[in-house]
């Protein structure tokens, strides 16, 4: 798998992906389709509030995704990169492909402040990579007012 970024013949990939990824067991809740038409619109105006990076198969057809949502943090005191959404198709997990994604986002951000991620307790094994790759559980309880 290459790692690279979301290109804009990605389209139905990142799409598919999204919609997979919001009805895994350890996701929270649906989104409506659109949304993932409108954060791929938003990712091909060249927006430096998010970005996204794929694993693609030799035939350049990804299978993975991490939409990165770029924001300030106050608290860390400097640049924070928000691992929003990390998905590997179900058939491919298990072969690093998630750390790659994560390389290359650090990679990416090299001077960033932070990382951070939401990861639910419905699943164990990718807060397991994540602790392995040096994150750390907050001890924060996240609210949102939705419009």
């Not at 949304?35 to 060249?46: G, I, N, S, V």
């Not at 694993?55 to 640049?79: K, M, Q, R």
Request: glycine content about 4%; proline content about 5%.
């Amino acid at each position: 798998m290459e790692i690279r970024e979301i290109l804009p013949w990605d389209k139905p990939h990142f799409c598919r992906m999204v919609h997979a990824f919001y009805r895994l067991p350890a996701v929270a809740h649906v989104i409506p389709d659109d949304h993932a038409e409108r954060t791929f619109d938003l990712l091909m105006h060249d927006t430096p509030y998010a970005r996204c990076f794929v694993a693609a198969d030799a035939h350049d057809v990804p299978h993975a995704y991490c939409l990165c949502a770029i924001t300030w943090s106050n608290e860390a005191g400097g640049l924070c990169v928000w691992l929003e959404e990390l998905m590997v198709e179900d058939t491919l997990r298990g072969q690093g492909i998630g750390q790659k994604l994560i390389a290359a986002v650090r990679a990416a951000y090299p001077d960033a402040a932070r990382f951070r991620l939401e990861v639910t307790d419905e699943n164990p094994r990718a807060a397991a990579l994540y602790r392995t790759l040096g994150f750390e559980d907050l001890e924060y309880r996240q609210m949102v007012l939705d419009r």
